[in-house]
């Protein structure tokens, strides 16, 4: 794995997933496990005034029916830190539709929901906020709220040459992982057991330990395998709590399982974001201005704000910079993160107002953002490495960019319009401290343990590559140990960090016993060369049954002194059939610089995603609330549209190699995230191209082509 680009070895733990073998949280069995299914409030504001439980009481099966009126009792404050107040039947208040208003317990899953299905609720209603477009912006007291000034934007805007001034609109979008959400919840004495399909678990042994009041040494959680996190299983959400009081309430371990209707309740999503994008330029195409103004929904009850302009600071440079976060209370559930939370709409905005400018200056869009390319972040700071201009080259020629006619419309296939699109990328190198153990085994054979958790992107896989590096040993001969909250601390798989966290974590573990190795080696290294056996004979002299690698991985002065972030670039083919207003995406090439890439393949499936995701959210993905109840129209899979694969064409991702010397002790820059920047705005451009129309708010469904 030496070198910028790491060997593309097949998942490490792949043959476990395709034979069933690996145990994701709803499948977890434990010996007396009983069954919750909740009851979600059908209102978006008011208040229970009677749950009538007894036809779900004598139904077969049935345990128990949880209400507020026998809930245990939870701090559901949270602890600070992007926590959600958890609405565990603490008391009477609706605040959002599909908020959970009992949970029944039986003793099999197909009881507890015919028996969920007799609960009657009776509900005294409010009034309810229900629309984006009347409720007003507050400026949130949080540091991402705070306004970013450079020079006097408004001005500048005033005085340029060119100007675009738009506004942008992403809707609602919710998270459709493979896997539901699932707890597994387990009481022994005062100490909680806690299988949980979460991003993070010690956030999750930290809220799950204040919710109860006991210590944080009592509650172990499990995740070992997770289908799908996205952003939507980086909180500890309500029916986690739920089935652990349930779980305390009953005596017995208490499994809940969310169904896909349910996903689209107390579980997060993406917030309704409108933009107002602004460019001033010159002539000559160079930027003097941007103004970047974000309004998103939150909850009645609880603050979350995404960073959607901040790529405005980061992408392009300018002398005059206006960059604001507003958000307005609506009575629905919070939102959370959704795969690069605030870059995914931001660059919907940003990157289509720039195409925008490019004809509004007559200069072509790759040649534009080059034109503004920067060697410093808005605060002035430099790149610890940055290469923006080589992912637009590669992509455009790969692409065949230079083929494109600019003129809208003016290129067909038949009877289809043909569109080419781009946009650039950026997304934050994110690092936390985190902790690792490597054990070097009297068998040759190596055990590494992270309580980090593998989402899906293959930390199972690219953490063994850094540990077997490290020692000189074939991967074959280490097992990398996740999803454990005995393991050493690690923070959530969120922001696309624990490669960046745990990852450096184990290799300076890996490093660790190394040294220790070649002490007992009496210094000589070649002994470590010498393959398992040799190292297997250095610990058996030693007569311990493993040497062990320890190490406490920080961020130091380098996230301050340099601005981190990995770039690309997103180019995209359409075929539009005027006479229907339907969009395909026929070609996606992207070109990304990450830092250093551990594993090809893994990393190429990352970018893969991205673009799948970023032409769900293009084309299709829209969260309907019903403005006069408040309620979710389309929570389902016939109606809440995702792409299939018919929708997504071949995508070539393209690495480029960079060799970044400042962000971690790995060079590597988060991969997970980065795939869907750009991607919205780069199928918008190209319709735009192809049509003439420009679409400013997503999805771009047929009926806004045919207006
Ligand atoms: Mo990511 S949206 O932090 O999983």
Redesign the pocket.
């Known amino acids: 794995m030496s070198g910028l680009v790491g060997a593309p070895i097949d998942r490490v733990d792949g043959r476990l997933k395709v034979t069933g073998a690996a145990t994701y949280s709803a499948e977890v069995q434990v010996p007396g496990l009983v069954y919750g299914v909740m009851v979600l409030s059908t209102v978006a504001s008011g208040s229970v005034a009677r749950v009538d439980a007894d036809a779900a009481r004598k139904a077969p099966g049935v345990i128990e029916v949880m209400t507020s009126a026998n809930a245990p009792r939870v701090d559901t404050k949270g602890t600070g830190g992007g926590d959600r107040t958890l609405m565990a039947l603490q008391d009477d208040t609706v605040r959002y539709d599909r908020q959970p208003v009992a949970v029944v317990v039986a003793d099999t899953f197909e009881r507890a929901v015919d028996a969920a299905s007799l609960v009657r609720v009776r509900y005294v209603r409010a009034p309810a906020a229900t629309s984006f477009e009347r409720e007003p912006d507050y400026q949130p007291q949080s540091a991402l709220g705070a306004d970013r000034h450079k020079g006097d934007a408004q001005a500048a805007l005033a005085q340029a040459a060119v100007k675009i001034d738009q506004t942008y609109v992403v809707p609602a979008e919710h998270h459709n992982p493979m896997e539901p959400h699932a707890t597994v919840a387990h009481w022994e004495g005062d100490r909680l057991t806690v299988y949980d399909a979460t991003?993070g678990i010690m956030q999750a042994r930290r809220k799950l330990a204040a919710a109860f009041g006991v210590p944080e040494t009592n509650v172990r959680v499990i995740s070992k395998f997770i289908g799908g996190?996205?952003?939507?299983?980086?909180s500890l959400w309500p029916h986690a709590v739920l089935a652990a009081m349930a779980a305390k309430l009953v005596d017995r371990p208490v499994k809940i399982v969310l169904s896909r209707p349910q996903m689209f309740g107390s579980v997060g999503f993406r917030p309704h974001t409108m933009q107002r994008v602004a460019l001033g330029a010159a002539r000559d195409g160079r930027l003097t201005s941007i103004i970047h103004q974000s309004s998103a929904q939150t909850s009645v009850f609880d603050e979350f704000i995404a960073g959607t302009g901040m790529l405005s600071t980061v992408l392009y440079g300018t002398p005059n910079l206006l960059v604001t976060h507003r958000l307005r209370k609506l009575n629905a559930a919070t939102p959370?993160?959704?795969?690069?939370?605030g870059e995914a709409c931001g660059s919907f905005a940003l990157e289509s107002a720039m195409d925008e400018l490019a004809y509004a200056t007559g200069i072509d869009p790759v040649q534009l953002r080059l034109i503004n390319d920067t060697n410093t972040d808005a605060e002035g700071r430099p790149f610890s490495s940055r290469s923006l201009r080589e992912c637009l080259r590669v992509a455009a020629e790969r692409f065949g960019w230079s083929r494109r006619d600019p003129r809208p419309a003016s290129m067909r296939d038949g009877r289809l319009l043909v569109g080419l699109g781009m946009a650039a990328a950026t997304y934050p190198t994110h690092r936390s401290a985190a902790a690792a153990l490597v054990q070097v085994r009297a068998d040759g054979s190596v055990v590494v343990r992270s309580s980090g958790v593998d989402?899906g992107t293959g930390a199972y896989t690219v953490f063994t590559q850094v540990a077997a590096e490290q020692l000189g040993l074939p991967v074959e001969r280490v097992t990398m140990e996740l999803g454990d909250s005995t393991y050493p601390n690690a923070p959530?798989?969120?922001?696309?960090?624990l490669t960046a966290s745990a990852g450096s974590a184990i290799k300076l573990a890996a490093l660790d016993a190394r040294a220790k190795l070649l002490a007992l080696a009496g210094g000589n290294a070649a002994l470590l060369r010498g393959g398992p056996e040799a190292i297997a004979a250095l610990v058996q002299r030693a007569g311990v049954a493993a040497v062990e690698g320890t190490s406490d991985a920080k961020p130091g002065e380098e996230q301050k002194t340099f601005a981190q972030h990995a770039f690309g670039a997103q180019f995209v083919e359409v075929r539009v059939d005027a006479d229907l207003g339907t969009v395909r995406v026929v070609r996606f090439v992207n070109a990304f610089a990450c830092g250093r890439i551990l594993n090809e393949k893994t990393a190429k499936s990352q970018y893969l995603g991205g673009a799948v995701w970023g032409i769900g959210m293009a084309l299709l993905e829209h969260t309907r609330f019903d403005e006069r109840s408040g309620r979710i129209m389309n929570a389902n899979l016939a109606e809440y549209l995702v792409p299939v694969n018919a929708d997504v064409p071949a995508v070539e991702s393209i690495i480029v190699p960079e060799d970044d010397p400042h962000v971690n002790e790995l060079g590597v820059k988060g991969i997970?995230?980065i795939g869907i920047v750009g991607a919205a705005a780069a199928v918008a451009n190209a319709v735009y191209h192809a049509t003439g129309k420009r679409v400013r708010d997503l999805p771009i469904t047929p009926e806004k082509l045919l207006a």
Not at 336 to 341: L, N, Q
Not at 492 to 497: I, K, L
């Open positions: 991003q996190g996205f952003g939507g299983k980086g959370t993160f959704m795969r690069a939370p989402i959530n798989a969120g922001g696309s960090q997970g995230e």
